[in-house]
């Protein structure tokens, strides 16, 4: 809004200026048209460095709480459902609170995440269920995405697809032992296929995709 209203106030300065000079041939009021483009400069000026300090504009409120334990998701304090019984286990991490966002526009934008954007949407009972939750910082991240990991890899959420459980690791997991046993685990149950199974285990070379191609997938 403050950006628009400084353009605002220059087209206003610039159209007046030109109706003054091309239609009433007159200088009069110039040092006012001067001063009000002058001020919308100054304005969108301002909005530049103010982006960097602005959060995002989301209307949110606080309605629960979800907290992951080791066997099961906690709702609200009271409801609690196994991993096990879970079909479908969603994740979505958008950014954390004050983290920087929107970087890529030109122009001024809001810089800063409220870190309410996360998602988690599962599936009980055949009803699905999406939650919005809100991270605090980079080290409560860090705390989520390494929980998710144990979840995975320690074969918490059987009952979700093979290929979307793999893709609930998070990336920095992937050189891990365990991620790349957790995948064989996944080929030798047939949960995903052999071309996709290789080529989340990574290989180096031919030869070795060859030789894992027989072990796995013959």
Do not use: W
Request: charge should be positive; glycine fraction near 6%; aromatic fraction near 14%.
């Amino acid at each position: 809004m403050i950006f628009l209203s400084g353009l605002f106030l220059m087209i206003i300065g610039l159209v007046f200026s030109y109706i003054y000079n091309e239609i009433f041939h007159t200088d009069s009021g110039k040092g006012i048209l001067a001063s009000i483009m002058m001020i919308g400069m100054l304005t969108i000026l301002f909005t530049y460095f103010y982006q960097y300090y602005d959060f995002e504009k989301i209307k949110n409120l606080k309605k629960g709480f979800i907290e992951l334990e080791k066997d099961e998701l906690i709702i609200n304090y009271s409801e609690k459902i196994k991993y096990e019984e879970l079909t479908d286990f969603d994740l979505s991490i958008n950014a954390y609170y004050n983290e920087k966002i929107n970087l890529g526009h030109r122009n001024p934008t809001e810089k800063r995440s409220l870190g309410i954007s996360n998602s988690l949407t599962i599936t009980h009972k055949s009803k699905t269920r999406t939650f919005n939750f809100k991270l605090e910082s980079k080290s409560h991240q860090n705390v989520l995405e390494r929980n998710i990991y144990n979840l995975v890899i320690h074969d918490k959420l059987r009952n979700i697809d093979g290929k979307k459980s793999i893709k609930l690791i998070p990336e920095q997991y992937k050189g891990f032992e365990e991620y790349r046993e957790y995948v064989e685990k996944q080929l030798k149950e047939k949960k995903i296929n052999c071309t996709e199974g290789l080529l989340l285990m990574g290989y180096k070379s031919f030869d070795e995709a060859q030789e894992l191609k027989k072990k796995y997938c013959g």
